[in-house]
């Protein structure tokens, strides 16, 4: 579903992404975790062409991501995409929110938007604020309302930012909630976290990046209990200090 | 001195006053009309990452908000027929102030439309939207409404501005004013007339601007 095949990125001289191999399965939870500046948002915002790349080779879905006539509109109608920032549209309600690219990209009616973004919304537990403003809700609610606008355009892919990293603690769970459910449902997924417990629940791999390069790849628990590396180890033990 | 103001007189020429006012008011519409074309052109151009768009955007852009208006309204007036385009001074005055407005109504909105976050154009892009639709659905939606109140400054701006056409002989406000001056030598009757006329424009533009901003309130919020 994603295949990287030794891409490497550069931000000027900054080597960012260095000779990264790493193949996606359909239906396969990747978390990707590591220090800030370690490339990991890089490395899923090449997925969807948000970030060009300069060398190597990335083929999303059938999509050849370094081939000149590669149609990316089309690509970015099969991967979700979810922000830490949430970037909702401020001035559209929940609901329109959800259903606007799928009238307008999809093509639906608005009938036919309207029904699946209300019952994506009722899915993400947010029945009641579908006519809300995003100022007019909470951090949490915010993503589960970015979570449902992309899983509207029925992607075959959803990629998270660090969705949990500008929340308050009380809400990160009712976002995990969602994203572990839909990782049940079967979504593939490459989520950038590094919330633990959600990556012991339901990822079936754990990558590990560190200065462009990924460092170590595992199943979480032996990555959480057993890290290979000493970058990982060192990681680990800042982050999973309680 | 205004108290020893003569109103007989002033009276007298409101026809004239009356046709100057009407005439201001259509040299600032249209030109205003003209302005935004211009500037939503100029802006669209400005903001594109290809240089060879940007230069001319540029070009104008800056050789409008570097000189004064005086000598493009002269430029214009003396330089065209050198070039053997003979125009009357009214469409000359209507197009020096599109001109010249439509520079600073380009920065305006470019301002508004460069304050929209690089994330709401990321999360529209993600979900494969054109260059177009983002535009159209998500970016001027929410720069333009910033930008009314600096474009009604701007439309109040052009009106004031619109009396240097009295400079190349059009007959409009402050021409009707003068006349007053010159016929009678009654200098103040006639300023005073023309800014109390002025100052109806400017609270007319006021009004339409409070009816809009009421009109187009932030959803969601009072």
């Known amino acids: ?242 | 001195m205004l108290g020893s103001l003569n109103t007989r007189v002033m009276l007298e020429y409101l026809p004239d006053i009356w046709q100057g006012f009407l005439s201001t008011l259509m040299l600032s519409t249209t030109g205003f009309a003209g302005a935004l074309t211009l500037g939503i052109i100029a802006c669209a151009l400005s903001i594109q990452p290809v240089r060879w768009l940007r230069a001319p955007a540029t070009v104008y852009i800056d050789a409008v908000r570097a000189t004064p208006l005086l000598a493009q309204l002269y430029f214009l007036y003396f330089g065209l027929p050198r070039l053997g385009i003979v125009l009357p001074e009214i469409l000359i005055g209507i197009i020096v102030l599109s001109l010249n407005s439509g520079a600073y109504v380009a920065e305006i909105i470019r301002s508004g439309i460069l304050a929209i976050s690089r994330g709401q154009v990321e999360a529209a892009i993600s979900s494969g939207m054109t260059y177009l639709q983002r535009m159209r659905l998500i970016i001027l939606p929410q720069a333009l409404r910033p930008t009314i109140s600096p474009l009604i400054g701007q439309a109040i701006v052009l009106v004031k501005d619109s009396s240097l056409l009295s400079l190349i002989s059009v007959v409009e406000l402050t021409r009707a004013g003068q006349m007053i001056a010159i016929d009678r030598f009654m200098p103040i009757e006639g300023l005073v007339a023309t800014a109390l006329a002025y100052l109806l424009l400017y609270y007319l533009l006021k009004l339409l601007a409070g009816i809009w901003s009421h009109q187009n309130r932030l959803p969601g919020r009072a």
């Open chain 1, 1 to 242: 579903m994603i295949e990287f095949t030794n891409l490497n990125k550069w931000f000027g001289s900054l080597h960012v992404l260095k000779d990264i191999d790493l193949a996606v399965t359909k239906g396969e939870v990747v978390v990707v975790c590591g220090p800030s500046g370690s490339g990991k948002s890089t490395l899923i915002r090449c997925i969807n062409g948000l970030e060009p790349f300069q060398k190597g080779r990335l083929v999303v879905d059938g999509f050849d991501l370094g081939s000149s006539s590669v149609r990316l509109r089309e690509l970015r109608m099969e991967v979700g995409f979810v922000f830490q920032s949430f970037n909702l549209y401020p001035h559209k309600t929940a609901l329109e929110n959800v259903t606007l690219a799928p009238i307008h990209v999809r093509g639906l009616s608005k009938a036919e938007a309207d029904d699946r973004g209300r019952a994506l919304l009722e899915k993400v537990g947010l029945a009641d604020r579908m006519q809300s403003y995003p100022h007019q809700l909470s951090g949490g609610q915010q993503q589960r309302v970015a979570i449902a606008r992309s899983l509207c355009m029925q992607p075959k892919i959803m990629l998270f930012d660090e969705p949990t990293s500008a929340l308050d603690p009380e809400m990160i769970n009712e976002v995990l909630d969602v994203m572990v459910s839909l990782a049940r449902e079967g979504m593939t997924m490459m989520v950038v976290t590094h919330e633990m417990g959600f990556a012991r629940k339901v990822a079936d791999r754990v990558i590990f990046m560190d200065r462009g390069a990924i460092v170590e790849t595992a199943d979480p628990e032996s990555f959480f209990t057993n890290p290979q590396s000493e970058r990982s180890r060192d990681f680990l033990s800042k982050v999973l200090h309680h």
